[in-house]
């Protein structure tokens, strides 16, 4: 750089320095923008950096949500399922019940009696429900006897009940366990 003569009033040099301060200026404003983009560019690449990688935890988390809504769909359903169990095996156990107090009642055991219960008989509440849902048994696996060996509801809401003889027990089972697969069924539609 050359030293530049300082300022007077003469009017040669003060063109002169008026020039010089215009291109100094040109040039610094030149680098400050030059320093401006280069800090932009810098930022603007860390926000790029910083967006995605919110983006990868964000599906990372929506991932994780969707597959704890299809574990919860899950469970929710497995809780009806057993739930519906549960409220088969009282209606059964209350079917039994009633069916043998009738029977100490009646004292018909000879061949193939029919017996008629109301709803009322059979009613299941949801405290009984929820009492044992922890007890969950399949009926087959139930060593109680009994001889009921079909349900039947008509029209007016009760429900009949054919008792026959121990020889044909082990249909029971088989029409109970048909039973409960329709109960499921009802509830899955």
């Known amino acids: 750089m050359s030293v530049s003569p ?7 040099y003060s063109n002169n320095g008026v020039a010089l301060s215009a291109n100094d200026r040109r040039e610094r404003n030149k680098a400050a923008s030059a320093k401006y983009r280069a ?36 469970l929710k359903n497995q809780v009806e399922k ?4 549960l409220v088969a095996e009282k209606v059964l156990k209350r079917l039994r019940e009633v069916g043998r107090e009738k029977k100490r009642r009646g ?26 849902v922890d007890t969950v048994a399949g009926v087959e696996d139930d060593e109680d006897e009994d001889d009921v060996d079909s349900v039947l ?33 009802y509830r899955d539609n």
């Not at 000879?110 to 009613?123: F, M, N, P, R």
């Open 6 to 12: 300082p300022p007077s009033s003469n009017g040669s």
């Open 107 to 132: 004292g018909s055991s000879a061949g193939h009696a029919t017996t008629k219960v109301s709803a009322q008989d059979l009613s299941v509440s949801d405290s009984e429900t929820d009492d044992v």
């Open 39 to 74: 800090k932009k560019h810098y930022q603007s690449g860390e926000m790029r950096t910083q967006i995605t990688e919110l983006q990868d935890y964000n599906n990372v988390v929506t991932r994780q949500l969707e597959e704890c809504r299809a574990e919860n769909a899950l």
């Open 153 to 185: 509801q008509d029209d007016t809401g009760d429900v009949e009940i054919e008792k026959r003889g121990d020889k044909n027990r082990s249909n029971t089972h088989r029409k109970v366990a048909r039973i409960e697969r329709d109960n499921e069924d």
């Open 82 to 85: 057993l739930k519906g169990r």
